[in-house]
C-alpha cells in the first residue's frame, strides 16, 4: 500500500509535461520487453510444434505428410 501512496504523491507533484515525459520515456521500455516475450512465446511455440509433430511422426512412422525438416512455425515478430 506504501508504494501505491508514494506513486500516488509523485504524480500529484508531476505537471502536465512532466506526464507527458514520464509517459514518453515509458514506451521504448514496454515495447522492448512486449518484443522479448513475443520471442519467447515463438521460441515455446516452435517447440511445442516439433514435439508434437515428432511424436504424430512416432505414432504413424509411415505417414509420409508429417516432415520435420521442412515443418517450421513462422512467428510474425513485426512492429506493434
Known sequence: MGAIR???EVFEKLTPL???ELSTAQVPK???T???QNKELCAL???MATEVL???RE?????H???LKTAKLKCHSGNL
Open 65 to 67: 505428410l508429417i516432415n
Open 6 to 8: 508514494d506513486l500516488a
Open 18 to 20: 512532466g506526464f507527458i
Open 30 to 32: 514496454q515495447f522492448e
Open 45 to 47: 511455440a516452435q517447440k
Open 54 to 56: 515428432r511424436q504424430s
Open 34 to 36: 512486449i518484443s522479448a
Open 59 to 63: 505414432a504413424c512412422p509411415r505417414n
